[in-house]
């Protein structure tokens, strides 16, 4: 069974910082791996989704990398701001002869202090 | 541009009734999905589909029932709930890759 860890829980820091978050997983045998943003009481939005083949993905101060083989995944935040403030969760998308099927981690629930 | 839009957003029922979560989705994705998020246990897949007609069991199926009749809607009953069904539910579509998600039914069971 595949689990997701993300470790920190809960991180906080000053305006400014560059940051990372990590994802980690059990089961290699991953298609894709899948960075959210939710806000408190909100949906899920995605940030960057980085396929099996790729090393990592970046979208504007976001840099998410993957390694498959060591089941691990790092979001990079560059220069955070108050607005960044929000529960970050990774999930993983694995094939099965049953369908696609997408599991996620328990989150980092960061807040960036002025 | 809709996405993925789930009704109702709040919802207050008591021990032993039964209602129905509605996900629709705009963007012809095949897969269809049903999580639950409880606080320090992340997102729990209830039940999902991998088109039209079709559905699967996920990690958390007991107590609830779903139906895709039709591909854009993907329906999540409870037939009598129990106050351990209170939690935000939220639907995702994908069209086998990257998954787009509603904003959340939260449901309480008094």
């Known amino acids: 069974k595949q689990e997701v860890t993300q470790i920190p829980a809960a991180l906080s820091v000053p305006e400014g910082e560059n940051l990372v978050l990590n994802c980690s997983f059990t089961?290699?045998?991953?298609?894709?791996l899948q960075w959210f943003r939710q806000d408190p009481g909100k949906g899920l939005t995605s940030l960057l989704l980085?396929?099996?083949?790729?090393r990592e993905q970046t979208s504007g101060r976001l840099n998410a990398s993957l390694d498959k083989s060591s089941g691990r995944s790092t979001l990079y935040i560059a220069a955070s701001q108050p607005g960044d403030s929000a529960t970050y969760l990774c999930?993983?998308?694995?094939?099965?002869?049953?369908?696609?099927?997408?599991?996620f981690g328990t989150g980092t629930q960061l807040k960036v202090e002025l | 541009n809709a996405g993925v839009t789930q009704t109702p957003k709040f919802r207050v029922l008591k021990t032993g009734q039964s209602m129905t979560l509605l996900c629709a989705q705009d963007?012809?994705?095949?897969?269809m999905y049903w999580y639950r998020q409880d606080p320090g246990m992340g997102l729990r897949l209830i039940h999902y589909?991998?088109?039209?007609?079709?559905?699967a069991k996920g990690e958390v199926p007991d107590g609830y029932n779903v139906s895709r009749l039709k591909k854009q809607n993907f329906l999540l009953g409870l037939e009598s709930a129990a106050p351990s069904q209170t939690s935000v539910y939220f639907c995702?579509?994908?069209?086998?890759?990257?998954?787009?998600f509603g904003q959340g039914t939260r449901l309480t069971v008094v």
């Open positions: 995702a579509s994908s069209r086998g890759t990257e998954a787009f």
């Open positions: 089961d290699s045998a991953i298609y894709n």
């Open positions: 980085i396929q099996s083949s790729q």
């Open positions: 999930a993983v998308l694995i094939l099965t002869g049953g369908g696609n099927k997408l599991t």
């Open positions: 963007m012809n994705h095949e897969y």
């Open positions: 589909s991998v088109g039209e007609g079709t559905t």
